[in-house]
T-cell receptor, first 113, second 114 residues
Framework: GDSVTQTEGLVTLTKGLPVMLNCTYQTTYSPFLFWYVQHLNEAPKLLLKSSTDNKRTEHQGFYATLHKSSSSFHLQKSSVQLSDSALYFCALSDRSGGYKVVFGSGTRLLVSP | DPKIIQKPKYLVAVTGSEKILICEQYLGHNAMYWYRQSAKKPLEFMFSYSYQKLMDNQTASSRFQPQSSKKNHLDLQITALKPDDSATYFC?????????????FGSGTRLLVI
């Protein structure tokens, strides 16, 4: 079945530094990839999404590029802020899974002053 | 105003009891979902509905039963509650059930079974 792997459980950074959160996936069909962000005690919210190979997609300073050759969709930001501290989920959807969105285990980003 | 209302926000239940988690969405969406989030399995898919019809069920137990009385309602009935059921249950919706569906999540019901 489909799966999404996020290797880092926790990433800690100082404000102003760049960040990359890893996401790789497994599927036999052409997928749609998503990043959702969940702040403490809040609902997950869509951050960005893509299905286009090798095209960078951006939102709120975050960006990601879907690379089908390596089955990756890493999330990046050039300069993190304190408000970026949250849980980040990579997710995918494809027709083999009935279009339901399958989430990775999540990466918690903690940004310190 | 919240677009997806989940009630109650917090719920404490006794082992063996039955509870119903309420979800209503005011986005005009045609597809609704239930996800469970716990320390063991973050954001685990449970059910999907499209136009009030069950499309997918990934729960292993029949103790979990979704109920859709209206197009914008998808409640979750849980019977014979166990401590392992303790988790936050999120309801979500999307315009339609498809590849490019953006999910909007409710604020969740945090269930504690003692």
């Amino acid at each position: 079945g489909d799966s999404v792997t996020q290797t880092e459980g926790l990433v800690t950074l100082t404000k102003g530094l760049p960040v990359m959160l890893n996401c790789t996936y497994q599927t036999t069909y052409s997928p749609f990839l998503f990043w959702y962000v969940q702040h403490l005690n809040e609902a997950p919210k869509l951050l960005l999404k893509s299905s286009t190979d090798n095209k960078r997609t951006e939102h709120q300073g975050f960006y990601a590029t879907l690379h089908k050759s390596s089955s990756s969709f890493h999330l990046q930001k050039s300069s993190v802020q304190l408000s970026d501290s949250a849980l980040y989920f990579c997710a995918l959807s494809d027709r083999s899974g009935g279009y339901k969105v399958v989430f990775g285990s999540g990466t918690r980003l903690l940004v310190s002053p | 105003d919240p677009k997806i209302i989940q009630k109650p926000k917090y719920l404490v239940a006794v082992t063996g009891s039955e509870k119903i988690l309420i979800c209503e969405q005011y986005l005009g969406h045609n597809a609704m979902y239930w996800y469970r989030q716990s320390a063991k399995k973050p954001l685990e898919f449970m059910f999907s509905y499209s136009y009030q019809k069950l499309m997918d069920n990934q729960t292993a137990s029949s103790r979990f039963q979704p109920q859709s009385s209206k197009k914008n309602h998808l409640d979750l009935q849980i019977t014979a509650l166990k401590p392992d059921d303790s988790a936050t249950y999120f309801c979500a919706s999307s315009q339609d059930r498809g590849l490019n569906s953006d999910y909007t999540f409710g604020s969740g019901t945090r269930l504690l079974v003692i």
